[in-house]
């Protein structure tokens, strides 16, 4: 798996500045709820931990070094009741950001209250001062700005489970990524023979080896959706969410993707020739095979007209940045 030139900040913006102070809460079904300040957080026993972070896009971060407060630690504290059986986890955000797992998740992978990473304070850009980490399952698992654990009888989904379809298991090693929506063959006939998938929520969206040339699919939310070997000749995916899409190989000649979500997105072989990657964002997304600069490399075909604009070739990868500045001709900062 591939890693960012650096560690990208995923998900929503961070939470205004405040004069409260930060503190966790451990309410639900335990025997007496408690709060903790943050300095009272710090004074108790830190460990310390390797952890592999794998976003759901496809990025990973080996080994990064967390420390901060086992949760089963502060679980004891408050005496979990027997009927618990789920860990709701709720961010200090303007969305109150959620995720939850399942309570023998939580104990056996070792959930961390985490307060710092490599060495330093955990940054508030990466949900610092306390974020969860949860070793062994996908990074939006691992809730940023944690402000509140409850402990439920019956589990409560999370903001992106709930909304976009992300996969509730999060294993990486069992590819549980996203659900797809549940549209039936005929419908799917339909939409690919209309070619309009303007504003349509089509997570997972099957359409390899399609002919859609000039496919309106303004502000799509096309996560994990299949382009592959797709003719996609002068589409508009303007404002789309294509988050993990597989376009390998799909044929983007003239199109339009200005503004799009590209993270994770796969464009291997794509031909490029024309479009407009203006204000995509494209952290994790990939353009050549890993074996690049091989000669049996898949890459996209990029000519003089293919737009990009420098900030977002800032969110690449290092193999894939070097590939495009090199493929546009111009450097990178
Ligand atoms: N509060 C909060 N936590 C969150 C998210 C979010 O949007 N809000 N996004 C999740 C997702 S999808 C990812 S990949 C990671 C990103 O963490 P990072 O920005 O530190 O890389 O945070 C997770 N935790
Ligand atoms: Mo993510």
Redesign the pocket.
């Known amino acids: 798996m591939a890693a960012p030139a650096r560690?990208?900040?995923?998900?929503?913006r961070l939470?205004a500045a405040s004069d409260q102070p930060w503190s966790l809460t451990i309410a639900g079904l335990v025997q007496s709820g408690r709060c903790w300040s943050l300095d009272q957080l710090q004074s108790l026993p830190q460990l310390s931990a390797t952890v592999d972070?794998h976003?759901?896009?496809r990025w990973s971060?080996p080994c990064m070094q967390w420390s901060g407060v086992l949760l089963e630690r502060l679980l004891d504290a408050v005496g979990v009741l027997p009927e618990a059986k789920f860990v709701s986890l709720i961010?200090?955000?303007a969305?109150q950001?959620?995720?939850s797992v399942p309570l023998a998740d939580a104990l056996s992978l070792g959930a961390i209250v985490a307060l710092g990473c490599q060495g330093q304070p955990l940054e508030i850009?990466?949900?610092g001062p306390i974020?969860?980490v949860m070793p062994g399952r996908?990074?939006?698992?691992?809730?940023?700005?944690?402000q509140r654990i409850e402990l439920l009888q019956h589990d409560r989904l999370g903001?992106?489970e709930a909304t976009a379809g992300?996969h509730n298991g999060a294993d990486p090693w069992a590819e549980q990524r996203y659900l797809a929506s549940d549209l039936d063959r005929r419908q799917v006939a339909q939409l690919l023979v209309s070619r309009n998938l303007a504003g349509r929520e089509l997570r997972g969206f099957d359409a390899a080896g399609h002919t859609l040339i000039g496919l309106n699919a303004r502000a799509a939310l096309l996560r994990d959706a299949n382009f592959s070997h797709t003719d996609l000749q002068r589409s508009c995916f303007d404002g789309a969410n294509l988050s993990n899409a597989h376009l390998p190989h799909a044929n983007l000649q003239g199109a339009s993707l200005v503004n799009a979500d590209l993270e994770g997105a796969d464009f291997t072989g794509a031909d490029l020739r024309g479009a407009n990657f203006n204000g995509a964002f494209l952290t994790a997304a990939t353009f050549v095979s890993p074996d690049w600069p091989a000669p049996a490399a898949h890459v996209a075909k990029i000519d003089a007209q293919t737009q990009f604009d420098s900030a977002a070739l800032q969110q690449l990868m290092p193999q894939q940045a070097e590939f495009l500045s090199r493929a546009l001709d111009r450097p990178l900062t």
């Open positions: 560690w990208p900040i995923v998900g929503e939470p972070i976003c759901v896009t971060k961010a200090r955000s969305r950001h959620s995720t850009a990466h949900g974020r969860l996908y990074f939006y698992k691992s809730l940023k700005w944690l903001h992106w992300y």
